[in-house]
């Protein structure tokens, strides 16, 4: 089992910064993959950025060059530091885990990202 717990979130104007933290604990040695999802209101959720347990990262389209994961494995710590925000990436962001021999996804709870115009 992984517990995941997001914090970071919060209301910026456009063009502003955040940075989202998703911290793991539990069975974290299982943990081969950590991402973050977003979800917009009436909208299907979404990747937005991925990345390995040997750093390789992954981003959708929209976010590249504004948006950066990493990952902190000292601390079993997840980040998304997001910059130059845009009013659509307004959404419930979801830190994510895939963990064990049958890559088990595990959810956070979310936390919401909210960006003004």
């Known amino acids: 089992q992984v517990q995941l717990v997001e914090s970071g979130g919060g209301l910026v104007q456009a063009g502003g910064s955040l940075r989202l933290s998703c911290a793991a604990s539990g069975d974290t040695i299982c943990i081969s993959a950590m991402g973050w999802y977003r979800q917009a209101p009436g909208k299907e959720r979404e990747l937005v950025a991925a990345?390995?347990?040997?750093?390789?990262?992954n981003y959708v389209d929209s976010v590249k060059g504004r948006l950066t994961i990493s990952r902190d494995n000292a601390r079993n710590t997840l980040y998304l530091q997001m910059n130059s925000l845009k009013p659509e990436d307004t959404a419930v962001y979801y830190c994510?885990?895939?963990?064990?021999?049958?890559?088990?996804?595990?959810w956070g709870q979310g936390t919401q990202v909210t960006v003004s115009s």
């Open positions: 994510y885990a895939l963990a064990g021999s049958h890559y088990t996804a595990y």
């Open positions: 990345i390995t347990n040997g750093g390789s990262t």
